[in-house]
């Protein structure tokens, strides 16, 4: 997947693109517009995630004129955290680049995340100041999503759900994405030590085409913090969350047996009459399946990590050695 060092393509903006016949021309040349000007060696890559309107004709007419521009075209909707993935796997830059397709995000920001990528940052992350869509439905729940998340996750952003971020590719290239987690690559990158900057961008409300997103997404995102904060911090030590959970109960559990005998010798409470033997007996079941789910995890967690070749560290550099894996 190492194709680097091609100074042609330094870098890579990818765009998944989910019917937006009318937005995507005009993208175009919004970026073409901005980098051009720059003087950036780029190149575009436009996921196509299963349209089904004139998107892929309008792609293919824009990419025979224009080399730079490239293609990966899915067979069916597969959501716009795949898209990204596949973007990743076939971008050649060093820095890769995120963006909308519907004309939401501005190129014009471009050229100050690669600064900022210069300056020495692994991730520069666009923060819609001004942000032009639905208070109710979306920048409300948006805004206490991104407060959660950086409260739990204890990376300071204020804007995760903007598109438009900037990677160091080896950074980048080092994160897994699983259904829709893209929102949550800074949080991934920051936890293997990746430098992490914030910036204001630009917003555009959108223009045509409609959103693909309603108000069940922030439902979803609160799933997967709790997900990428279990994977984050527990999934060296599942047994520590798991069997400290089984721990607690089976203390619980012994007070309440304690409780139970005291109260037949104190008040000849006939045991088998006492709710709390009840309780007691729940008690002891639930720590041991507490237990029994932590060892289970502990097993999964050496599958997921020696299948994937995981190391349980990320290193920057190596001096005088070989990459070993
Ligand atoms: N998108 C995609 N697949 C999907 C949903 C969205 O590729 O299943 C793309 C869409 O074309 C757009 C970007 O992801 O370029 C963001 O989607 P949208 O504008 O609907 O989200 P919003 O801006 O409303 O949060
Ligand atoms: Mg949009």
Redesign the pocket.
């Known amino acids: 997947m190492k194709k680097k060092n091609n100074p042609d393509n330094s870098i890579s903006i990818v765009?998944?693109?989910?019917?937006?016949e009318e937005?995507i021309a005009l993208q175009y040349k919004n970026i073409t517009d901005n980098l051009d000007g720059a003087k950036l060696k780029y190149e575009i890559i436009f996921?196509?995630?299963?349209?089904i309107d004139r998107?892929v004709a309008i792609l293919n007419e824009i990419a025979r004129k224009d080399r730079r521009v490239k293609i990966v075209q899915f067979r069916r909707?597969?959501?716009?955290t795949?898209?990204?993935a596949a973007g990743i796997d076939h971008s050649s830059g060093d820095i890769i680049i995120f963006?909308?397709?519907?004309l939401?995000n501005d190129a014009g920001d471009i050229a100050r995340m690669v600064d900022k990528i210069h300056e020495g940052y692994d991730v520069v992350s666009g923060w819609r100041k001004d942000r032009k869509?639905k208070l109710i439905s979306?920048k409300i729940p948006s805004r206490m999503a991104n407060w959660l998340i950086s409260r739990v996750s204890g990376v300071p952003l204020h804007d995760l759900?903007c598109?438009l971020k900037a990677y160091r590719g080896e950074v980048l290239r080092q994160v897994k994405l699983y259904g829709e987690m893209h929102r949550f690559i800074p949080v991934h990158a920051s936890w293997v030590g990746a430098r992490i900057a914030e910036i204001p961008v630009q917003h555009h409300a959108?223009r045509f085409?409609?959103?693909?997103?309603g108000i069940k997404?922030t439902f979803k995102v609160i799933l997967d913090l709790i997900t990428v904060k279990f994977m984050g911090s527990f999934s060296t030590k599942p047994i520590y969350v798991f069997g400290g959970a089984g721990l607690v109960l089976f203390g619980l559990s012994a007070v309440s047996g304690v409780a139970v005998i005291i109260m037949k010798f104190t008040h000849g409470l006939s045991m088998n009459r006492n709710p709390l033997l009840i309780f007691t007996v729940l008690l002891i079941l639930m720590s041991f399946m507490f237990i029994m789910l932590g060892i289970l995890a502990e097993i999964l967690i050496r599958i997921y990590h020696e299948s994937q070749d995981k190391t349980p560290y990320t290193v920057k550099a190596l001096v005088n050695l070989k990459k070993t894996r």
């Open positions: 765009l998944p693109v989910y019917n937006e937005n996921v196509d995630d299963g349209s998107s909707n597969f959501g716009q795949a898209a990204m963006m909308d397709s519907d939401q869509d979306r759900g598109s959108r085409g409609k959103s693909k997103y997404r």
